[in-house]
């Protein structure tokens, strides 16, 4: 019996995983994956990225991930594609059977427990409120192993196994140190709200270490290319932050006190002491927060942002959430959970439909994309030297069609730094902040540029080819060309 249950679950929360891969979409090489992708490439390849490796190494030196991901590929002899989806695939399960075993615990009627799963299935690209966050990315992120692991360590705690926490944690940050931290923040919290003590005195605070960072180049004195750097990010300064984007940072907080004493009073004590320990994590990363990212002499920090702890409260916001759901109002009636899957699954896929307008929902490997950005990059990949340096529009990520997808983790060459991506990592790695300042100072207004231009940057930084837009300048030797792209040489 005990292992036809454990099967049954497994089945049930494979199928949400699917489901929820099928709605949120794949889309390896966009947006952060441009570093990540481009990492496992380059330890895969060393001779890849001869010209621009920092711009993704530097900022990998505390963690395990990439490393990890290549000797996978290398083992296995999945090719890196297959091996990213896979290990897509397992994080989003992982995280879901994590969330489960979490709602197992708070609720004993199973339409709660699956209501849990089937929400947070549904949601894995809601945006975390001024964080640039999704629960979990369209692609393979470091962040998804960690938050799977830090959520199987919440579990482990509520089934007073606090033990068995410790090595889920270490393994979280040494996965993604930042997101780790704050993991194991949280679970300090967690774990002294289970002390009779201190749920009679909850004014006691645990100290955290939420904002501190294993690398030494955190420390080096800002210098005037790494703040413009920094003001690329709007949401990292919270004197820029919206009106409803602070509702989505208070907001929670506010729920889960009222659930924390909703439970109290109904003497469920494990929803209490998980909404205890949501409340006062929230208001101590809170406050941390705001001294790193609003006092000057700690303007170094910003770019850790701390804000993004609301990701892991936004995970138990959707957790809670859809057991009530479950629980109150879809029970065990098939109707309505056919119309909740449809209302929330439907809804969410729309809108990474319109997100990733001009690419294949799921870009699989082997699928030939109609985008022309990605026709262009792959058609660089396969016919281009590899020690090919090049420059294109440092603004082609937010380029009509594109859709964020990073030239230098599928095109697998090398490239002068791009105004979106590039400018993140900068501001992680003072030391490329000046590098970054001068190639963006020299293409710029790229759009207008003409053979002479071109002959200018091969001159100042080597590029010897350019991506550009079709018709080609005249004077490049174009070797090919879409309808909105051509890939040429510079003379």
């Known amino acids: 019996?005990?292992?036809?249950?454990?099967?049954?679950?497994?089945?049930?929360?494979?199928?949400?995983?699917?489901?929820?891969?099928?709605?949120?979409?794949?889309?390896?090489?966009?947006?952060?994956?441009?570093?990540?992708?481009?990492?496992?490439?380059?330890?895969?390849?060393?001779?890849?990225?001869?010209?621009?490796?920092?711009?993704?190494?530097?900022?990998?030196?505390?963690?395990?991930?990439?490393?990890?991901?290549?000797?996978?590929?290398?083992?296995?002899?999945?090719?890196?594609?297959?091996?990213?989806?896979?290990?897509?695939?397992?994080?989003?399960?992982?995280?879901?059977?994590?969330?489960?075993?979490?709602?197992?615990?708070?609720?004993?009627?199973?339409?709660?427990?699956?209501?849990?799963?089937?929400?947070?299935?549904?949601?894995?690209?809601?945006?975390?409120?001024?964080?640039?966050?999704?629960?979990?990315?369209?692609?393979?992120?470091?962040?998804?192993?960690?938050t799977a692991l830090i959520l199987f360590a919440v579990s482990r705690i509520l089934a007073n196994k606090s033990w068995q926490s410790l090595p889920l944690l270490i393994l979280a940050v040494i996965t993604h140190p930042l997101m780790g931290i704050l993991g194991l923040s949280f679970c300090l919290f967690l774990f002294f709200t289970g002390h009779p003590r201190f749920m009679s005195n909850t004014t006691t605070f645990s100290r955290s270490s939420a904002v501190l960072f294993p690398l030494g180049w955190i420390f080096e004195r800002p210098s005037p290319e790494w703040h413009a750097a920094l003001n690329t990010?709007?949401?990292y300064f919270l004197s820029r932050w919206t009106w409803y984007e602070w509702l989505g940072a208070i907001a929670p907080l506010v729920i889960f006190y009222g659930?924390?004493?909703?439970?109290?009073?109904?003497?469920?004590?494990?929803?209490?002491?998980?909404?205890?320990a949501i409340f006062l994590y929230g208001c101590f990363q809170l406050l941390v927060a705001c001294i790193a990212l609003e006092v000057p002499a700690f303007v170094r920090l910003t770019p850790m942002q701390p804000m993004r702890f609301l990701h892991l409260i936004y995970i138990f916001l959707c957790l809670?959430?859809?057991?009530?759901?479950?629980?109150?109002?879809?029970?065990?009636?098939?109707?309505?959970?056919?119309?909740?899957?449809?209302?929330?699954?439907?809804?969410?896929?729309?809108?990474?439909?319109?997100?990733?307008?001009?690419?294949?929902h799921l870009e699989l490997p082997g699928i030939v994309s109609n985008n022309a950005w990605l026709q262009a990059f792959a058609w660089i990949r396969q016919n281009t030297p590899t020690n090919a340096y090049f420059t294109l529009d440092p603004h082609y990520m937010s380029a009509p069609g594109e859709d964020f997808h990073s030239f230098?983790?599928?095109?697998?060459?090398?490239?002068?730094?791009?105004?979106?991506?590039?400018?993140?990592?900068?501001?992680?790695?003072?030391?490329l902040a000046v590098i970054w300042n001068q190639?963006?100072?020299?293409?710029?207004?790229?759009?207008?540029?003409?053979l002479a231009d071109f002959k200018r940057l091969k001159s100042q930084f080597g590029t010897n080819w350019a991506l550009v837009y079709h018709?080609?300048?005249?004077?490049?030797?174009?070797?090919?060309?879409?309808?909105?792209?051509a890939v040429c040489q510079i003379p």
């Open 1 to 146: 019996m005990r292992r036809k249950k454990i099967l049954t679950a497994l089945l049930g929360v494979l199928a949400f995983t699917i489901l929820g891969f099928l709605t949120m979409g794949y889309h390896p090489g966009a947006e952060d994956d441009g570093v990540y992708l481009s990492a496992v490439k380059s330890d895969l390849n060393p001779q890849l990225f001869p010209r621009d490796s920092d711009f993704f190494r530097l900022q990998l030196q505390a963690t395990v991930f990439d490393g990890g991901m290549a000797k996978f590929a290398d083992t296995t002899h999945f090719s890196i594609e297959w091996s990213e989806l896979l290990w897509q695939f397992l994080s989003l399960f992982l995280i879901l059977l994590a969330c489960r075993s979490i709602a197992v615990s708070l609720f004993a009627e199973q339409s709660a427990q699956w209501g849990a799963v089937a929400l947070i299935s549904a949601m894995f690209t809601l945006p975390v409120a001024g964080t640039a966050l999704y629960l979990a990315d369209q692609y393979l992120h470091p962040r998804a192993i960690s």
């Open 233 to 235: 990010r709007s949401y």
């Open 259 to 276: 659930l924390w004493r909703i439970a109290r009073s109904r003497e469920h004590p494990l929803l209490a002491r998980l909404s205890l």
């Open 320 to 360: 809670v959430a859809g057991a009530l759901l479950g629980k109150f109002v879809l029970k065990r009636s098939t109707w309505r959970w056919a119309v909740f899957l449809l209302v929330a699954n439907g809804s969410m896929f729309l809108v990474q439909r319109n997100l990733f307008a001009n690419s294949p």
């Open 408 to 431: 230098r983790a599928l095109a697998e060459r090398s490239e002068l730094s791009d105004a979106f991506k590039d400018a993140a990592v900068a501001t992680q790695v003072p030391s």
């Open 439 to 450: 190639q963006q100072l020299a293409t710029s207004g790229w759009r207008r540029f003409q």
């Open 471 to 485: 018709p080609a300048p005249s004077g490049l030797d174009c070797k090919w060309h879409n309808a909105a792209l």
